[in-house]
């Protein structure tokens, strides 16, 4: 059974920086791609960033130029650093690994930006 361990979230200010990791149980080529993924309250589950096995990366609009995706193939581990964090980042951070047409997901890890 796959799993996927994040952290790295928290409460920071509007402006500032946090970085998020997520260390899968196995070997990460083993997927078509991990990414991550957050929900909003009373919103749905979207894609903010993933990167495929070829190591492509994809990035909704409203995160490009202020997030980047990037793996360790040493250590399974896929990170994301968030920069120039907006109120409106403020979700439950999901990682996720693909294989096929089959997701795994992790517990997630909550971002909140506010003053």
């Known amino acids: 059974q796959v799993q996927l361990v994040e952290s790295g979230g928290g409460l920071v200010q509007p402006g500032g920086s946090l970085s998020l990791s997520c260390a899968a149980s196995e070997n990460i080529f083993n997927f078509n791609a991990m990414g991550w993924y957050r929900q909003a309250p009373g919103a749905q589950r979207e894609l903010v960033a993933d990167i495929n096995v070829g190591g492509v990366t994809n990035y909704a609009d409203s995160v490009k130029g202020r997030f980047a995706i990037a793996r360790d193939n040493t250590k399974n581990t896929i990170h994301l650093q968030m920069n120039s964090l907006k109120p409106e980042d403020t979700a439950v951070y999901y990682c996720?690994?693909?294989?096929?047409?089959?997701?795994?997901w992790g517990q997630g890890t909550q971002v909140t930006v506010s003053s």
């Open positions: 996720s690994a693909r294989i096929l047409r089959r997701y795994y």
